[in-house]
């Protein structure tokens, strides 16, 4: 009975490891395809299942129309991956009772403000980790990228309300720029420091760096966004790549992510881990719940639960936990804590869902075995979901052009539309007079012109660099012949932006 006990057992495994072995069979055309349909130049892909890296590979070119190949170990920016390293970092510090994550965060920062005093005493660390501040997103201060991580902590005090505080899921990159102060604060060094020598060294992630900037001899990932109908690449101007982010400037590989994907998943008992499995299973749970109160008719990856862990984002698939995180530049980092399986998805390409798509794909062939077809079947959903910012901001801007038809001519010469204007939040803005056109100038962004579009309101097309979709229209007041303040009204975004005042002459 031992003899046939013993042989069944080898026979199950020798079957485990053909699955392993067999289950991405077909996932390189796959993939190459998938590329051409959903218009994507490069991508690095891990996968990993039950503790062994089942895969991790490049796939296409670093740049659109060049020679370099994507491999294993080429760099791209993880975006808001970051927030789940910033997040492992706070764990790290709360399992040595530095802090904790219901502590007010004004315990460790005493001169942090908030718009209210209720906020200013009572907000916590967990509170900022997992979007429940209530507090709007104010985007447009670090894309000046003349901003430091102090200088944005200092502007929070700014921020207006959109909810009260824990009411509801507020996505907020700010609040990771103060996690990254908190982090300096508890620890004694940058956020920076401690995540390179307590996250990124103890795991050999050698080829991963918190900073934007690269590397003498790299040849950097070029991120692609769909302009004016046609696939170009967005170049970061060196202003942009000066500061780091603890909402997301950390770029990684494939190779460097599998590593810290086996770390989310490893055995207490093992030294491939950076938290304990208590921690760990906290963090990888709801803390901020988000009603799913989207259609779901038609979608085959409907999920019935949907909410925010600590550094993750959780729902239900297939029954299964499924803890993960996307970043904007094209990224994904993807778990299943009880199914020790995992995969993320690197690309060179902005608003694309091939991360998310090939993510479900992934998980399902892992789920399924070597059964499972790498087919086209829910292609179609991909194209009928895709939120290219091209066609909306088109649609927006004819909106705008029927609003605003009746063109009529400023109530002041343009010169007197020139000075600098300032706000609390995002700083100073400046207009200037060149050859009788208008310029704008936000924070380090290159100058744009602004074209005349209605009485006292000028358009100007793309003024920041990290928002190729954005349109501003700004609308001048104009006060006893001169111009006293202007508004800016965002195509790409409903979040208002308040008056930028004419400052003081020198």
Request: aromatic residues 10%.
């Amino acid at each position: 009975m031992k003899r046939w006990s013993l042989l069944l057992m080898l026979v199950l495994l020798q079957c485990s490891f053909a699955s392993a072995a067999d289950v991405l069979d077909g996932f390189d055309s796959y993939v190459v395809e998938a590329m051409q349909e959903r218009g994507v130049p490069g991508t690095s892909i891990a996968i990993i299942h039950n503790g062994d890296v089942l895969l991790s590979r490049g796939y296409g070119v670093t740049r659109l129309g060049g020679n370099d190949e994507v491999t294993a170990t080429t760099r791209f920016p993880l975006a808001s991956i970051t927030k789940n390293f910033i997040a492992t970092a706070i764990a790290i510090l709360v399992e040595e009772e530095k802090l904790n994550w219901d502590d007010p965060v004004v315990q460790h920062l005493p001169e942090l403000r908030f718009c209210d005093d209720y906020r200013t005493q009572h907000t916590t660390i967990r509170d900022l980790v997992c979007h429940r501040t209530g507090l709007e997103r104010g985007d447009l201060l670090p894309s000046r990228d003349d901003v430091d991580q102090k200088q944005i902590v200092e502007r929070v005090r700014y921020l207006q309300p959109v909810s009260g505080l824990r009411e509801k899921f507020t996505y907020n990159n700010l609040m990771f720029y103060v996690l990254g102060e908190v982090i300096a604060r508890t620890s004694g060094t940058s956020w920076e420091e401690f995540v390179r020598s307590r996250l990124l060294t103890p795991l050999n992630m050698q080829s991963t760096s918190t900073t934007r900037r690269a590397e003498p001899g790299e040849s950097p990932t070029t991120i692609h966004q769909w302009i004016d109908e046609e696939l170009q690449p967005v170049e970061l101007p060196e202003a942009a790549t000066k500061y780091t982010s603890p909402a997301g400037s950390i770029r990684s590989t494939s190779d460097d992510m599998a590593k810290w994907m086996l770390a989310a998943m490893a055995p207490d008992e093992t030294n491939h881990r950076l938290l304990e499995f208590q921690t760990r299973r906290m963090m990888q749970t709801i803390h901020m719940s988000i009603p799913v109160t989207w259609n779901q008719e038609g979608n085959p990856y409907a999920a019935r639960f949907y909410g925010t862990g600590l550094g993750w984002e959780v729902m239900d698939y297939r029954g299964r936990k499924l803890c993960f995180h996307g970043g904007s530049t094209g990224t994904v980092c993807a778990i299943m804590p009880e199914e020790n399986m995992g995969v993320t998805i690197l690309t060179t390409r902005e608003w694309s869902q091939f991360p998310g798509m090939l993510m479900y794909d992934v998980l399902d062939a892992l789920i399924d075995g070597p059964n499972a077809k790498w087919d086209r079947e829910h292609w179609p959903f991909w194209k009928k979901v895709d939120t290219n910012p091209d066609g909306t901001r088109e649609k927006k801007l004819a909106e705008a052009r029927e609003e605003l038809d009746a063109e009529q001519p400023p109530e002041i010469p343009t010169a007197r539309f020139a000075g600098t204007y300032r706000c609390d939040l995002y700083g100073d803005l400046r207009i200037s007079l060149s050859d009788d056109q208008l310029m704008l100038t936000f924070g380090a962004n290159p100058p744009q012109p602004l074209a005349h579009w209605n009485r006292n309101t000028f358009y100007v097309r793309h003024p920041v660099r990290s928002f190729p979709h954005d349109d501003w229209f700004m609308e001048f007041q104009v006060v006893n012949d001169s111009s006293a303040s202007v508004r800016i009204r965002r195509l790409s975004s409903s979040e208002p932006i308040p008056p930028f005042q004419r400052a003081a002459q020198p």
